[in-house]
């Protein structure tokens, strides 16, 4: 397991007492991924910033719609095109989704507190529109980032605007003010729960203290924090060094992680990223960037990239060699940036690549998919998505313990599934972005016991002299400088590998 890193947590009521905390200039809880209002990387401070009670709005309906099981990225946008249609297009300020995606996601980094507020605040349970846009104020007065008077002001603006919460004006009204009267002891006191104290449901936080005795709390502040914006440099168009040296005379601070990654410093949309347009860099967790790696590809080989979309890793095994590479995934929509990030990326010259939309279970069973065919089987299977709470601050929220059941289950189908197309002496590479054990170390102990001929390949979990291997690797949420200087990523989300070879 790699260390969990740089604990970031410094006390809320620090923040509240209006001293610095976290790296300079950037507010705890502020995105570094997505730019803020007046930010020098967006056009907010050229065309003035959204009114707050417009940018709420939109979040306090994708909250409503989050509570009801609906991903945050979904409800924004269905939130913005309903809201756009109702007071006509032209009175939508044009950064007012990237200002209510904001305020979004800070809502969701503080859910099991503001939640916790409203339990001890409300006289009545409030419906789901109204706990929403409450949730969505609170989470502002407790980041601090906008004054709070104004904050009231806008929710209860935002409240009047919609027919599901305009009823709840004065109400909502009562119960900020009435937060804001006694802030700070309504928040030490909610935050002694640790699953408040951590935002998380008490399920999830149960499973984290359970697989990580030693580390789950450092693992739980890290995952709160807004995540690194990181790039995998591509190596078909330029070299990292020219890279940091591009992004050095844009006075854009970026440091190397991995072999091929760069850490951003500074929160950028993708379109403004140098070089992004014209496939020079991709966005790229450097977690992710090691699959590619760690199959260790050489020209001529058969590889199937068993669950595709959209394509980050298919990009990347394309670029790596000449093999003949079969990228498959179930979901159409998904699949489509397949070909997107190809088309933009490119590909080693002698590889071929053929993107099939369809069940892999289905195409092995059915003989579309030869067996002992495949040189190389990554399966990035689908999961939990545990260790990428930092980019999806909703997924604590949208999953169920049963989602722990059943999502290993559907792992182990795949696995078996996929076995029989490898070559002998193949190689697959068994990948999740999770840190639950059910779905790492638990999944692979339990394969190799009833698969004959599997035999796992230990991976190098440090680069250069520091160099150890692993029979698996559990990577947990890092943001640290160690090993980066032996190309080792300090700087990754959590993920889980195992690499195995078929025995004859
Ligand atoms: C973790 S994501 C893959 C991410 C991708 N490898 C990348 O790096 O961009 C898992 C993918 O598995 C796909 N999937 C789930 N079940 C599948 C199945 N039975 N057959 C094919 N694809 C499947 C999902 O649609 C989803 O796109």
């Given at each position: 397991m790699s260390p969990p890193g740089r604990p970031k947590g410094e006390s809320r009521s620090a923040q509240r007492e209006g001293r610095p905390v976290g790296p300079p200039g950037r507010p705890k809880g502020e995105s570094r991924s997505e730019p803020r209002e007046g930010s020098p990387m967006n056009d907010a401070a050229e065309i003035g910033a959204p009114p707050l009670a417009q940018a709420m709005w939109i979040a306090a309906v994708a909250s409503a719609r989050l509570r009801e099981g609906m991903p945050l990225e979904r409800g924004l946008a269905l939130a913005h095109e309903r809201i756009s249609a109702q007071i006509g297009g032209r009175r939508m300020h044009p950064r007012a989704a990237a200002a209510a995606k904001d305020i979004a996601f800070t809502a969701a980094r503080h859910r099991a507190l503001t939640d916790a507020l409203i339990a001890r605040l409300?006289?009545?349970?409030?419906?789901?529109?109204?706990?929403?846009?409450?949730?969505?104020?609170?989470?502002?007065?407790?980041?601090?980032?906008?004054?709070?008077?104004?904050?009231?002001?806008?929710?209860?603006?935002?409240?009047?605007?919609?027919?599901?919460?305009?009823?709840?004006?004065?109400?909502?009204?009562?119960?900020?003010?009435?937060?804001?009267?006694?802030?700070?002891?309504?928040?030490?006191?909610?935050?002694?729960?640790?699953?408040?104290?951590h935002n998380l449901p008490s399920w999830w936080l149960q499973r984290l203290q359970r697989d990580y005795p030693q580390h789950w709390q450092a693992i739980a502040e890290l995952q709160r924090e807004p995540p690194p914006l990181v790039l995998r440099v591509n190596l078909l168009r330029t070299t990292r060094a020219a890279y940091l040296e591009r992004l050095?005379?844009?006075?854009?601070?970026?440091?190397?992680?991995?072999?091929?990654?760069?850490?951003?410093?500074?929160?950028?949309?993708?379109?403004?990223?140098?070089?992004f347009t014209a496939g020079e860099v991709t966005v790229q967790d450097a977690g992710a960037q090691l699959a590619a790696e760690w199959l260790d590809l050489a020209d001529g080989m058969a590889v199937l990239d068993a669950c595709a979309a959209p394509g980050g890793k298919t990009a990347h095994l394309a670029a790596l060699a000449a093999i003949d590479l079969t990228a498959v995934d179930i979901d159409?929509?998904?699949?489509?940036?397949?070909?997107?990030?190809?088309?933009?990326l490119g590909k080693h010259a002698g590889a071929t690549v053929r993107v099939l939309v369809t069940d892999v279970l289905r195409?092995?069973?059915?003989?579309?998919?030869?067996?002992?065919?495949?040189?190389?089987?990554?399966?990035?299977?689908?999961?939990?998505?545990?260790g990428i709470v930092r980019r999806h601050p909703d997924i604590p929220w949208l999953r169920r313990p049963e989602d722990v059941a059943q999502l290993p289950t559907q792992q182990?189908?795949?696995?078996?599934?996929?076995?029989?197309?490898?070559?002998?002496?193949?190689?697959?590479?068994?990948?999740?972005?999770?840190?639950?054990?059910?779905?790492?170390?638990?999944?692979?102990?339990?394969?190799?016991?009833?698969?004959?001929?599997?035999?796992?390949?230990?991976?190098?979990?440090?680069?250069?002299?520091?160099?150890?291997?692993?029979?698996?690797?559990?990577?947990?949420?890092?943001?640290?400088?160690?090993g980066t200087a032996e190309g080792w990523p300090g700087v990754h989300d959590g993920f889980f590998y195992a690499l195995l070879e078929k025995q004859s």
């Open positions: 409300a006289t009545r349970p409030p419906s789901e529109p109204v706990a929403a846009l409450l949730g969505v104020a609170l989470a502002q007065l407790a980041t601090a980032r906008h004054a709070a008077y104004a904050v009231v002001d806008q929710a209860v603006q935002a409240a009047k605007q919609d027919g599901a919460t305009e009823g709840a004006a004065g109400f909502i009204n009562a119960v900020l003010r009435n937060a804001l009267r006694q802030f700070d002891a309504l928040v030490d006191e909610a935050e002694r729960d640790d699953a408040v104290r050095a005379q844009a006075q854009l601070d970026a440091t190397a992680v991995g072999t091929a990654g760069v850490w951003l410093h500074q929160a950028c949309p993708v379109e403004r990223i140098p070089g159409a929509e998904r699949a489509q940036r397949i070909d997107q990030n190809l088309a933009r195409a092995a069973r059915e003989g579309r998919l030869p067996p002992d065919h495949y040189d190389r089987i990554l399966l990035d299977a689908p999961c939990t998505a545990s182990a189908r795949l696995l078996d599934a996929l076995w029989p197309l490898l070559a002998p002496a193949g190689r697959l590479l068994f990948a999740v972005c999770s840190v639950f054990s059910e779905e790492g170390s638990q999944q692979i102990q339990r394969f190799v016991a009833r698969t004959p001929g599997a035999r796992l390949i230990p991976l190098p979990v440090r680069g250069g002299s520091g160099r150890l291997a692993e029979p698996t690797v559990q990577l947990v949420p890092a943001e640290t400088d160690a």
